[in-house]
């Protein structure tokens, strides 16, 4: 059964409600942003001691998401499977709008953002990675759109090719992203384990992302799904989660063990509330029970429970998002070993961090413009099959999860 | 025979996908192998300045270098700790290994790192040190992103959240939001043969606590002090270099 590609119909009245909601978020995103940059970004929650706040961290958390989804496209558009095809579209489209938001939340977090066009092309410095990656981020929409465009001209060899290199530049992207961090002398962010668990985590947040997005899509256009595909991107999802997971014991073992790390470590598993995401979002909620809902025999082959579990992973990975970025400045570097500052006029000793209503407000504002841009896609682009089901299998056999 | 196909194509593409991870492991490193080749030149320059702060000489409660700093380069006070700006600060510190130990009063500023990792990290290059060994932001280029704040292992960074409006020098341009700032060790005075505003300051209430020179001449003040008395930089086990030397720390 050859598979049809349809755009949503988009003229319910939900439809256009939602996406007056996202346009109006959309508009106080803007607003805010501008704000803060009319005014100075003391408005925003950073500070001299943080100086990077919520932007940052949505801004990674959406660089990964859009790995991840470029992964299950991938399957069908590197590996071949013929049963991802249906998903290729919306996934690498996922993907293109996620790093726009990623880019986005980037740009509008500088200090000056009448610079950001000149002066990255007129001073490029090699050696800073935060140089390197808006390079990587820019050809990476790029391709993400080149691979889309074939895919949806039905040129099977370009696909083949293009999501070849999509898929090769994502990791490059994610090394890069991760390696923004990962080679910082700061006690906390300084390790070479940082991007591989950056690729990681940015795998198996996206591929849940990915699961949530397929469930919602056929359910909400009554679209008929076969479940198995699913079922089995929710086994991918509990491998990868299992080497995230991993990555993230061994880089804290590390800093435990080791003298120099060891009283940043313990600031970071104990101390304050970043440490209850750690134990609390990232390691229970974002991985423990997701394992436990994905390994089970019965829930593991429900759709109701492996979307829970990817519902889990996101937040737990936003939560790694957060523990990636702020917990590192916040520990302070030991500027005297032996002594403690006791007075200064500046906040020394370990740093506080408290978003602010318009950091919030621009994180809303990125997301509403990616949900605006993703509804509107569907509406104008053939991404959406009018059924995904085996290509071998009888219709019958097809769980129309769509008609409830 | 179809599987034994498939199963090639797999490890071609994963191949691939290695060679992939590879290459952006691969990149940086390989910068940065460019890094310490290029600054291992600087030292050579006929000027370096450098900095000798004496504790011994610095009275506790004094704070003539700060706000001369403040007022040299038109940083001003806001009372918001968390994002006052200061080039120069003055921190106490108390002993951690052993009690009865007297607490000390440090000046604290950007060091002007030999191997500065400010200026490695800024993606624009608005970081840069200087043929003479001043670490200094351009602030008509940075576009404030701060990486060079989290980079810099010191606190010496520091980043205008606010328009300043307060000028009291009119001879220096006024400091605009949304760029980095740090000691620039008042590098316009130093190029009309002046001293920096700190120094300065520090000579006029006769404390001399703060010597800046040129590391690079055997014959000058700073040469001698370093040569005479026992030494110490900030957290040198970084590897940063710093040049500024502290005595009775
Ligand atoms: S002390 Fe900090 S700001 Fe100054 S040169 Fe060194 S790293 Fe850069
Ligand atoms: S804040 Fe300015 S000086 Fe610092 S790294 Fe960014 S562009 Fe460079």
Redesign the pocket.
């Known amino acids: 059964m050859e598979l049809k590609f349809e755009r949503i119909a988009g003229r319910s009245k939900p439809f256009y409600l939602l996406s007056c909601g996202l346009a109006g978020l959309v508009a106080a995103g803007v607003y805010s942003t501008w704000l803060m940059h009319d005014q100075g970004l003391h408005l925003s929650g950073m500070s001299s001691r943080i100086p990077w706040g919520l932007p940052i961290v949505m801004a990674i958390f959406y660089i990964g998401l859009s790995a991840g989804s470029l992964v299950i496209s991938s399957l069908y558009g590197v590996f071949g499977k013929l049963e991802y095809k249906p998903f290729a579209r919306v996934a690498t489209y996922m993907a293109l709008l996620l790093m726009i938001g990623a880019l986005l939340s980037i740009l509008t977090d500088q ?1 000056r953002i009448d610079r950001v066009v000149v ?1 990255p092309f007129s001073h490029f410095n090699f050696l ?1 990675m ?1 140089s390197i990656n808006p390079f990587l981020y820019s050809s990476y929409i790029l391709i993400c759109a080149a691979y889309l465009i074939v895919m949806m001209a039905g040129n099977e060899k370009w696909t083949k090719i293009l999501a070849l290199i999509a898929v090769l530049w994502a990791i490059l992207v994610h090394s890069g992203t991760g390696a923004i961090f990962g080679f910082v002398p700061r006690a906390l962010y300084n390790s070479p384990l940082l991007p591989p668990s950056f690729v990681a985590a940015a795998l198996s947040s996206g591929t849940a992302l990915m699961i949530l997005v397929i469930l919602a899509l056929f359910r909400l256009t009554g679209r008929p799904l076969d479940k198995a595909p699913v079922l089995w991107i929710g086994r991918l999802l509990a491998v990868l989660v299992l080497i995230a997971g991993y990555l993230v014991l061994v880089e804290n073992a590390h800093r435990l063990y080791a003298h120099e790390s060891r009283a940043a470590e313990r600031f970071f598993l104990l101390g304050g509330a970043h440490s209850l995401l750690f134990w609390g979002g990232l390691l229970l909620v974002g991985s423990v029970l997701p394992l436990l809902i994905l390994f089970h025999r019965r829930a593991g082959a429900s759709i109701r429970w492996v979307a829970v579990a990817a519902v889990m992973v996101v937040a737990g990975v936003l939560c790694e998002r957060y523990l990636i970025v702020i917990p590192g400045l916040a520990y302070p570097p030991d500027l005297f070993p032996g002594w403690t500052i006791t007075q200064s006029p500046i906040e020394e000793g370990i740093a506080s961090y408290a978003m602010s209503l318009y950091e919030v407000l621009q994180a809303l504002g990125v997301v509403a413009l990616m949900g605006l841009l993703f509804l509107w896609g569907l509406r104008t682009l053939r991404l959406l099959p009018t059924e995904a089901r085996r290509p071998t299998e009888f219709p019958a056999r097809a769980v129309a999860i769509g008609c409830p | 025979m179809g599987k034994t196909m498939e199963r090639r194509k797999f490890l071609k593409t994963g191949a691939l996908v290695g060679a992939g991870a590879a290459g952006a492991y691969g990149l940086p490193l390989l910068t940065s192998l460019r890094a310490s080749a290029g600054n291992a030149l600087a030292p050579s320059a006929k000027c370096r300045w450098g900095m000798v702060i004496d504790l011994t000489k610095c009275p506790p409660n004094c704070t003539a270098c700060v706000d001369a700093c403040k007022r040299e380069n038109n940083v001003g006070s806001t009372g918001d700790r968390l994002r006052d700006i200061y080039r120069i600060r003055k921190v106490t510190i108390e002993s951690t290994l052993a009690v009865g130990v007297a607490p000390k009063a440090v000046p604290l500023l950007c060091n002007h790192c030999d191997e500065p990792p ?1 200026a490695l ?7 840069y040190k200087r043929e003479d060994g001043i670490v200094i ?2 602030p008509h ?9 989290i ?1 810099c292992p010191y606190n010496a ?1 520091h ?1 205008n959240f606010r328009e300043n409006d307060q000028r009291p020098n009119p001879a220096y341009p006024k400091r605009q939001r949304g ?2 700032e740090s000691c620039d060790l008042c590098a316009h005075l130093l190029d009309q043969g002046k001293q920096p505003a700190c120094v300065a300051a520090c000579e006029g209430i006769q404390a001399k606590a703060l010597c800046v020179g040129n590391l690079n001449d055997p014959a000058s003040e700073i040469s001698a002090l370093i040569r005479n008395h026992s030494v110490k930089r900030l957290r040198e086990d970084l590897g940063t270099e710093p040049k500024v030397f502290y005595i009775g720390l």
């Open positions: 200090g002066e800073s935060l | 400010c990290v800024c993606p624009i290059k608005a970081t932001v351009d280029r940075c576009m404030g992103c701060r990486y060079c704040v980079a960074r980043f760029v980095a």
